[in-house]
């Protein structure tokens, strides 16, 4: 059956700030080094490219300095990011921001294995199933030593809760950690300590474009 998925917009403010810091889901991170043993493996979820690094691409630097085993599973090619265009078809779109993800992963997680499902964009409320299969099959058999990271189920954009849906059905046989906040709370925590850790994930976020960087400053939770 088909789900009538709300539509996103542009010209929304974006969930605020103040709602992912209240978020009731923090008092349920463990304490200590995410990446910790015994996690041998990352399994970053994105809605659409460029999520991956604006969400958690401090996450995925460390865990490939750390020498974990990285996959990137971006569901859907971002094509209706520009709705309307006078300069760029969907398909086109779709190659750009398919090609801009691959050199990001290149900046914050050389050698990164990238998984494109290639699903309809703003469309992901119905291909939840799919998404949760492929998130099953990345995993395999190793679940306990692998850490999930997905979009919050409470993002304020259909895409991301989409995606954070199937990701924590894809995740009952191991442990979650639920929503991009964790993984920002991470990449924040270690910029002070870290600087490499910032300058790797600069480098991804300027690969993205202008477009993604006005929409990462102008609202926290959204992107497309």
């Avoid at 520009?82 to 090609?99: F, G, I, K």
């Avoid at 993002?155 to 906040?181: K, S, T, Y």
């Amino acid at each position: 059956m088909s789900v009538a998925a709300r539509r996103f917009s542009h010209d929304e403010a974006g969930t605020p700030e103040s709602s992912w810091v209240r978020a009731p889901e923090w008092t349920a991170i463990p304490d200590g080094d995410l990446l910790a043993e015994p996690v041998t493996r990352l399994v970053v979820v994105a809605a659409h490219p460029d999520d991956e690094s604006l969400g958690a691409g401090g996450l995925l630097a460390v865990a490939n300095a750390s020498g974990l085993n990285v996959t990137i599973v971006v569901c859907t090619d971002g094509e209706a990011s520009h709705p309307n265009s006078a300069t760029s078809s969907t398909t086109e779109l779709a190659a750009v921001r398919r090609a801009e993800a691959v050199s990001a992963a290149g900046e914050t997680a050389p050698g990164a294995r990238l998984v494109f499902l290639g699903l309809p964009d703003s469309d992901l409320a119905n291909a939840g199933e799919r998404v949760t299969e492929a998130l099953v099959t990345a995993i395999g058999e190793d679940g306990a030593q692998t850490l999930l990271c997905a979009p919050w189920r409470r993002d304020g954009h259909p895409d991301h809760e989409a995606a954070g849906q199937a990701a924590a059905i894809a995740a009952q046989r191991f442990v979650v950690h639920d929503g991009w906040a964790i993984a920002s709370h991470i990449a924040l925590s270690m910029l002070t300590m870290v600087p490499i850790v910032y300058a790797i994930k600069e480098l991804a976020v300027k690969g993205l474009g202008v477009t993604v960087l006005v929409l990462f400053l102008a609202g926290v939770g959204f992107g497309a």
